[in-house]
């Protein structure tokens, strides 16, 4: 049985950062690929980035990319999003999310269609 817990969001001001946690208790963290989704009012779930099972490798949506960086500490058991240059247009629920590592064998990691777990969601809020 997995279940992930974002850590608390929070109200940022445009150009400001954030870190989001996202604890994962199980088993056999090092077997999951690790990811993120945000879902903003109105709009789609946006897949907006993800980190392999063993950490070496990393995917951003271009909405993110530059600006936010996936980590994971497979010791902790935890993942990460550092947010940077925070804009207005990211504000969203964002959710963490775990894929088993046998079906990113044939599913790419990259893709929402491999996770399986879904934490419960954190708000973020930026200000203009």
């Known amino acids: 049985q997995v279940k992930l817990v974002e850590s608390e969001g929070g109200l940022v001001q445009a150009g400001g950062s954030l870190t989001l946690s996202c604890a994962f208790s199980?088993?056999?963290?090092?077997?999951?690929?690790m990811g993120w989704s945000r879902q903003a009012p109105g709009k789609e779930r946006e897949f907006v980035a993800a980190?392999?099972?063993?950490?070496?490798?990393?995917y951003y949506g271009d909405s993110v990319k530059g600006r936010f960086t996936i980590s994971r500490d497979n010791i902790k058991n935890t993942e990460y999003l550092q947010m940077n240059n925070l804009k207005p247009e990211d504000t969203a629920v964002y959710y963490c999310?775990?894929?088993?590592?046998?079906?990113?064998?044939?599913?790419?990691?990259?893709?929402?269609?491999?996770?399986?777990?879904w934490g419960q969601g954190t708000q973020v809020t930026v200000s203009s």
């Open positions: 199980g088993t056999n963290f090092n077997s999951y690929a």
């Open positions: 980190v392999s099972w063993s950490g070496d490798h990393t």
């Open positions: 999310a775990a894929a088993p590592v046998m079906k990113s064998y044939t599913v790419p990691y990259y893709s929402s269609r491999a996770y399986d777990y």
